[in-house]
């Protein structure tokens, strides 16, 4: 028996930091969407005890530092399991890229394991167990628009975002998200109007959504790599409605109302990056099995 999971990227149409918690995390005000730009995981069982990951990219490691041999354990160790299990992950997402390429394979690990072990759990359930692997893996038990705060604990689903294609533009390099918090500085910060967003999206209001779109940590991201703000100009001059850094960076989406205006945007800045996708927002869980 195999069981098969799509791991859908995240992207953030808004995120603020309200400052800095005594435990050293900072309190956050998050809406988030998944696109389908996405991994896809293949899990077997094994009747010996026994975790094997494997990959079709050579930059993820497949030992005990990958996410979702990291999950694997998890769940082995909490429910008792004594079968083994085979993951392959078909990467397509980009490492580092503020997408949440490792958070989302871990949920999707979540879900599925889920469903082969006979566990029973609800998706609040996958969520709470899925933060000790990360803060983004509530979000992405979930991976549907949802307004996301405190430390990524708490997900309070919303309605469909507005329909959008989006142009994603990854440039070469790689930013830790620990070292960009850490380099938050409060006075810096803009603060993007989080609740105009939720309310846009309520209503079903594209236009409004573009307006309230926005990423405290452009501030720190861009201060420390001036390309990232280069890609988000140049992503507006090439005619996407609104341009805004995804997570801690560096990855710029654009988004577009207008097929051929996203397309233009993706042709455009293929010129700038080599990686650079064109996609469409994915609304709902069960839309990610089709």
């Known amino acids: 028996m195999e069981i098969i999971e799509t791991a859908p990227a995240k992207i953030n149409l808004g995120l603020d930091i309200l400052g800095k918690r005594p435990d050293g995390y900072h309190e956050l005000e998050m809406v988030m969407t998944s696109i389908d730009l996405a991994d896809r995981l293949y899990f077997s069982p094994l009747a010996a005890d026994q975790i094997i990951v494997e990959t079709d990219n050579h930059f993820l490691p ?3 530092r990958n996410h979702v041999y990291q999950t694997i354990m998890l769940l082995k160790n909490r429910f008792a399991i004594t079968s083994g299990i085979k993951c392959f992950i078909q990467k397509r997402i980009p490492i580092a890229a503020g997408l949440g390429g490792g958070s989302t394979d871990a949920a999707a690990t979540l879900r599925a394991l889920n469903r082969l072990w006979s566990l029973e759990l609800t998706l609040p359930e996958l969520a709470q167990i899925g933060l000790k692997m990360g803060t983004d ?3 992405c038990v979930y991976g549907q628009t949802a307004f996301v705060s405190g430390i990524g604990d708490k997900v309070e689903t919303l309605p469909p975002c507005p329909a959008a294609w989006v142009v994603v533009v990854k440039p070469p390099l790689s930013v830790s998200t620990r070292k960009i918090f850490s380099q938050v500085d409060m006075k810096e910060l803009i603060h993007p109007p989080i609740t105009a967003l939720k309310e846009a999206i309520d209503r079903d209001d594209y236009p ?5 779109v926005g990423n405290s940590l452009e501030a720190v991201t861009m ?17 996407a409605d609104a341009a805004v850094m995804t997570g801690s960076g560096p990855t710029i989406i654009g988004l577009c109302k207008n097929h051929s205006r996203a397309q233009r945007a993706y042709n455009s800045l293929r010129g700038f990056c080599q990686e650079v996708y064109l996609v469409h927002t994915v609304n709902t869980y069960e839309a990610r099995k089709i």
């Open 62 to 64: 497949v030992d005990s």
């Open 137 to 139: 893996v509530p979000y």
């Open 208 to 212: 409004q959504m573009i307006q309230a």
């Open 223 to 239: 201060k420390k790599y001036p390309i990232v703000r280069q890609i988000k100009q140049q992503m507006l001059n090439f005619g």
